[in-house]
């Protein structure tokens, strides 16, 4: 039973097109993420939604757009894909606002690559 | 601008040796801290944490120091197995505000030889 689950797990594409990244929990959690791991492998967080409110922004380009259906699910939109948009996307999620305590579960992660 | 820093990319241990995975951070706004271990095609797990009123967080063969003054904190695994072979993320957070998130280093690949 995978607690955090992505889709696709890979996903390869060209340049300008649009394209979405789906992620559910099973946990129960209220709080979901999203974060990118550059070729630099920093692991950084671009959103972050609490029972499907927008919480953390961290001045992504307008282009992606995350939508949270219900709080098992947040998903990452993608529009007019650029080069540098190439990396590895991961979802997480956590039993509250993410207060430091509570851990954050991830997924397996989705590679993004664009032609 | 790189608030987390973990300078060495990889440490190779042999089996049975202690390993140390060290960490550097310049915010002093942060007082969470935790590590994280990913293996190849998979998302990173939680494995331990510490806060900034502790200089020491043990759970079973990992131990988590942290020295405040030096902004630095270490983890040790003893003894390493090759099961702990893995990417090993440090992060941290600040709980100042009403919005935590967690702010990660690049990572250090541990390969522990049998």
């Known amino acids: 039973d995978t607690a955090v689950s992505q889709t696709p797990k890979y996903l390869v594409t060209q340049m300008g097109n649009d394209k979405s990244i789906k992620c559910e929990q099973n946990?129960?959690?209220?709080?979901m993420y999203w974060y990118k791991q550059d070729s630099k492998k920093f692991l950084k967080i671009m959103f972050s939604?609490?029972?499907?409110?927008?919480?953390i922004n961290e001045t992504v380009p307008n282009r992606f757009s995350p939508k949270s259906p219900d709080k098992a699910h947040l998903n990452l939109h993608i529009n007019s894909l650029e080069l540098g948009d190439s990396a590895v996307y991961f979802c997480?999620?956590?039993?509250?606002?993410?207060?430091?305590?509570?851990?954050?579960?991830f997924g397996p992660g989705t590679r993004l690559t664009v032609l | 601008d790189q608030q987390v820093k973990q300078n060495s990319p990889s440490l190779s241990v042999q089996e049975g040796r202690i390993s140390i995975l060290n960490c550097d951070y310049t915010n002093s706004m942060f007082d969470y801290f935790l590590w994280y271990k990913k293996y190849p095609a998979e998302g990173p797990t939680f494995l331990i944490s510490i806060s900034s009123i502790k200089d020491k967080n043990e759970d079973g063969r990992f131990t988590v120091f942290l020295n405040k003054s030096a902004k630095h904190l270490s983890l040790h695994i003893v003894p390493s197995q090759p099961g702990d072979s893995a990417v090993y993320f440090c992060a941290a957070s600040a709980s100042g505000g009403s919005n935590y998130k967690l702010t990660f280093g690049k990572g250090t690949l541990l390969t522990v030889n049998p």
């Open positions: 997480a999620s956590s039993q509250d606002l993410g207060f430091p305590t509570d851990t954050q579960y």
């Open positions: 939604y609490n029972n499907k409110e927008l919480i």
């Open positions: 946990l129960g959690h209220d709080t």
